[in-house]
């Protein structure tokens, strides 16, 4: 914590684009520590039948109490106490208010976290996340048919409206986080890339990324201070599918580094957890891209 102000990391992006994912990780390597997850759908203005009649996604600014959802993250950035509504994803309807107080971490999350862009300067480390779209598609497809009671043929008749809408108002928000991550599918499994974004030239996470390159090791490439497709300085972090177990621990143990105390090469089994239906799969890359955004955010704090 700075004084009383709790640490704040930002999540943003499309609907089942892994935000949800990344926080269990995150959860289970700081859990003990005191960590609030925030999930920021419940800030939706109406339920699901509603919305739908209203012609309306929920990645719209104007299907959200965006105004209450800044005060409360002020509120909480503060070390403060909120009474913030709920949303309950399984049947699409509003529930009653619950009392949520600040820890030494909070995480909000959703698709709308950096509305307007001036919510951006509460938070120590935003990210960004942007997984391959057909991914994309075809992991909401499987959640909202297994976790939130929709019909297949539901699902693929709201496709349109919903793309619509995120290239609209979610992806706007890309430029201004911290980290961009994307995910893609390959034959070996998942794919990760990292654009690890400077501030006036200077990376937070430069002793670290240099060490990296010196290990060389496989399935990892580091490219510094290059500009991506924002106009960012950054430095990229590709992280093939065919990420070895003993390099996998490898990294850890250099992005652990001092910065992490009683956290082991070992994380790596409870980090990376993916759900699927009736069983969870396993990610080196994911899990090791968890661990460096708490490397980083943890970073921030010190």
């Not at 704040?8 to 995150?26: D, E, H, I, N, Q």
């Not at 048919?145 to 995120?166: H, N, S």
């Not at 003993?246 to 994380?267: K, M, T």
């Not at 396993?282 to 708490?294: C, E, G, M, R, Y």
Request: aromatic share 4%; glycine share 8%; proline share 6%.
């Amino acid at each position: 914590m700075h004084g009383t102000q709790p640490l704040m990391l930002g999540l943003v992006g499309a609907s089942a684009a892994g935000k949800a994912t990344l926080v269990r990780g995150v959860v289970r390597l700081l859990g003990q520590h005191g960590v609030t997850p925030l999930c920021l759908d419940d800030y939706h203005r109406y339920a699901r039948a509603d919305l739908h009649a209203r012609g309306l996604t929920h990645a719209d600014p104007a299907a959200n109490y965006l105004d209450l959802m800044a005060e409360h993250l002020t509120a909480l950035r503060a070390g403060g106490t909120i009474s913030k509504p709920r949303y309950d994803q399984r049947t699409g309807t509003l529930s009653d208010p619950e009392v949520v107080a600040a820890t030494g971490l909070i995480i909000a999350y959703g698709m709308l976290t950096l509305t307007p862009p001036s919510l951006a300067k509460l938070f120590d480390l935003t990210v960004y996340l942007e997984p391959d779209q057909a991914m994309r598609q075809a992991w909401r497809l499987a959640r909202d048919v297994r976790e939130r009671g929709y019909t297949p043929e539901e699902v693929l008749a709201l496709r349109a409206a919903r793309e619509r809408d995120a290239a609209h108002f979610i992806a706007v928000q890309r430029p201004l986080a911290d980290v961009v991550v994307r995910f893609r599918s390959a034959p070996a499994g998942l794919a990760a890339e990292l654009l690890l974004r400077r501030t006036n030239g200077r990376s937070p996470l430069a002793a670290t990324l240099a060490a990296l390159a010196n290990a060389a090791l496989p399935s990892l490439t580091l490219d510094q201070v290059i500009t991506d497709d924002d106009g960012h300085v950054a430095d990229r972090l590709v992280i093939a599918p065919t990420l070895e177990p003993e390099d996998a621990a490898a990294a850890a143990i250099i992005l652990i580094g001092g910065g992490l105390p009683g956290v082991g090469p070992e994380a790596l089994e409870v980090l990376g957890q993916v759900r699927a239906p009736g069983h969870a799969l396993h990610s080196l890359p994911l899990a090791l891209t968890q661990l460096l955004i708490v490397r980083q955010l943890v970073g921030m704090g010190n």
